[in-house]
């Protein structure tokens, strides 16, 4: 007999096949079945009824938020916070997942009808720890969690946890001020900072402000990963494939020039049709030199303005805000100057324009200086229309990516009479002969 004629009768016969198969089945099965029993929870929750003995089934438990549209499964782990095994919702516990500490934040929002992600965000059906996308809150705790949870990051899952400060950005999606606790502080600062910056000069927060760059809460809070490119950030050298999020982005607006971010293309090499080159401007936006606490101050803040479908009744309104009143016109003015994002291009004190690439002098003019050489009515003129287009430096180089914005149909009456008051009063005093 051939090799082949006993490979055929002998050993691939149907009866041998259907064996080797059923064999398959079975091994597969049992793995199965040790993967179930094996559940990464299943020794979370034992541990914690044995803490309590307690004799209740090993079961993954869920909290229905309706209201939210969400299936939480944290209480899975944090067995404590699952009112059916520990109807009290607090524990004298201190590791996690068993801890359940006194948290005066939890008791003003009962679980049965919050769940856990609409604060917290992660991913609420998960239950393994590195899927339920927990972060780490510093470098040490990832480094732990790394050999502990061999944790990374969920790629590509658009809300991963929040952790610190940060938490605190979830409460403006009910909470439209900022509620009076402690934590807040973060959010409070990042506000101000954005007051002050002038930011709104280019942004706009929810359609207010200029509209040289993205919306703020519209478009950035809630940008999806698909549409951030983080290429050149990576090529930097400043954040890893896998540090990809989306807090990561806008904090990295902060930490770095974010024309490293968005270098653009200024000598037009990318262009599809190279005889005719179009040449993009790099990132307009300017580096503001924020240290660490102002740059996380930002992030929970921007974070903060994500809004999300949320049922009527859990919406607590805002106070009206009123404007600070003024005696002095010029000081009034300045406050007008900040209101408008004036300072995103001409700095705090209108003494310090901003880079402006490929724009004749290379800067936004330091009003300081300039303004002393218009009138009034030419002041009015250049605010209410803007100036538009520039000069360019280079012909040949890409359209300046800033230019003076029409505010016509925001400044009027008196914050337009008190802005210009401003301006004139800083005028540098030229030497009269
Ligand atoms: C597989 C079990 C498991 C699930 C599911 C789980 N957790 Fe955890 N969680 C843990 C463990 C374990 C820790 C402790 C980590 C450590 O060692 O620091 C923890 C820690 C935490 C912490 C504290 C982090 C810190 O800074 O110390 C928070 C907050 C938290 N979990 C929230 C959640 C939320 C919200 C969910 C649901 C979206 C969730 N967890 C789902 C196991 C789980
Ligand atoms: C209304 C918002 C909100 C909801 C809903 C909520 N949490 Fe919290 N949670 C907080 C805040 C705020 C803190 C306090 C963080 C701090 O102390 O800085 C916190 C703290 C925690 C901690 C302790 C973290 C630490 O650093 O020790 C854990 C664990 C936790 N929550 C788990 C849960 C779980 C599980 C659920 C759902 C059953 C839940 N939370 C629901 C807001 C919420
Ligand atoms: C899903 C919506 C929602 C989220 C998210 C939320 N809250 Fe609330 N919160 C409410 C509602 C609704 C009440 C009022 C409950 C009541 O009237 O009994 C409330 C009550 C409170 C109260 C009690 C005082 C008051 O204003 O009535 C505090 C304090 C509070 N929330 C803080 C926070 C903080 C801090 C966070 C973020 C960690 C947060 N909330 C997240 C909806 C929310
Ligand atoms: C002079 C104009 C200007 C000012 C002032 C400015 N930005 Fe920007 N910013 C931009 C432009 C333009 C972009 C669009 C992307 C790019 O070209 O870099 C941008 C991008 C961003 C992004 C990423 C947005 C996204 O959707 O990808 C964030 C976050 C951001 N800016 C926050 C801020 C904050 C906060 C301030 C104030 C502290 C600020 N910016 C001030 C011009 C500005
Ligand atoms: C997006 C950036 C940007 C913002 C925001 C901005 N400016 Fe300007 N501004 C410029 C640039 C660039 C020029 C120079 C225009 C040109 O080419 O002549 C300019 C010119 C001016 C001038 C004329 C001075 C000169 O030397 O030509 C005045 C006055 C002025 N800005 C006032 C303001 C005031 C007041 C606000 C706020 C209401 C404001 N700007 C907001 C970019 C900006």
């Known amino acids: ?31 199965a079945l040790s993967l179930d029993w094996n559940r990464e929870w299943k020794p979370y929750q034992k541990e914690y009824k044995t803490r309590e003995h307690n004799k209740q089934p090993l079961e993954i438990k869920q909290i229905l938020a309706t209201d939210f549209n969400r299936v939480d499964r944290c209480i899975t782990c944090h067995t404590g916070y699952d009112s059916f095994t520990n109807p009290t919702l607090t524990n004298g516990y201190k590791d996690h997942p068993y801890a359940a500490p006194q948290n005066a934040i939890h008791q003003k929002h009962p679980f049965e009808k919050y769940g856990c992600a609409v604060c917290h965000e992660g991913q609420g059906l998960a239950t393994t720890f590195v899927d339920a996308a927990h972060m780490p809150k510093d470098e040490n705790q990832k480094k732990e969690w790394e050999k502990k949870y061999h944790w990374e990051i969920v790629e590509f899952w658009e809300q991963p946890m929040k952790a610190g400060p940060l938490l605190y950005a979830s409460c403006s ?91 653009g293309d200024p000598e037009g090499h990318l262009s599809a049709d190279p005889k005719h080159p179009q040449a993009v401007a790099p990132s307009g936006m300017p580096y503001f030199g924020f240290n660490k606490e102002e740059t996380e101050a930002l992030v929970a803040y921007v974070t903060s303005l994500k809004r999300e479908k949320i049922p009527y009744i859990y919406y607590r309104e805002a106070p009206p805000k009123y404007e600070p009143v003024f005696t002095d016109a010029a000081q009034h003015g300045r406050y007008v100057f900040q209101k408008y ?42 605010i209410q229309t803007g100036v538009n287009p520039e000069v360019k430096e280079n012909p040949q180089g890409p359209t300046p990516p800033l230019y003076m914005p029409t505010f016509k149909e925001k400044i009027k009456g008196t914050e337009l009479e008190d802005l210009v008051t401003y301006l004139t009063s800083i005028a540098e005093k030229t030497e009269e002969w």
């Not at 051939?2 to 198969?21: A, D, G, M, V, Y």
């Not at 930011?199 to 703020?216: F, K, Y």
């Not at 950030?233 to 540090?243: D, F, P, T, V």
Request: net charge positive; charged share 25%.
């Open 1 to 31: 007999m051939s090799f082949r004629e006993t490979f055929f009768n002998k050993i691939f016969t149907l009866r041998n096949l259907f064996f080797f198969f059923n064999f398959l089945v079975l091994a597969l099965f049992l793995y």
């Open 173 to 263: 999606k009910c909470h439209q001020a900022h509620p009076k606790v402690a934590g807040m502080e973060s959010l409070k600062k990042g506000e101000k900072l954005v007051f002050e910056n002038g930011c709104i000069g280019c942004h706009q927060i929810r359609g207010e402000g200029g509209t040289i760059a993205p919306d703020l809460a519209e478009e950035t809070s809630v940008k999806p990963l698909t549409r951030i490119d983080f290429g050149p950030a990576i090529n930097a050298g400043l954040i890893s494939k896998k540090e990809r999020t989306l807090e990561n982005w806008i904090r990295l607006h902060f930490a770095t020039a974010p024309q490293v971010l968005t270098p």
């Open 341 to 382: 994002g004036c300072t995103g291009c001409h700095g705090k004190n209108a003494n310090k324009g901003i880079p402006v690439f490929n724009r004749q002098g290379q800067r936004a003019p330091d009003l300081v200086k300039t303004v002393g050489t218009f009138t009034r009515e030419e002041l009015i003129k250049k």
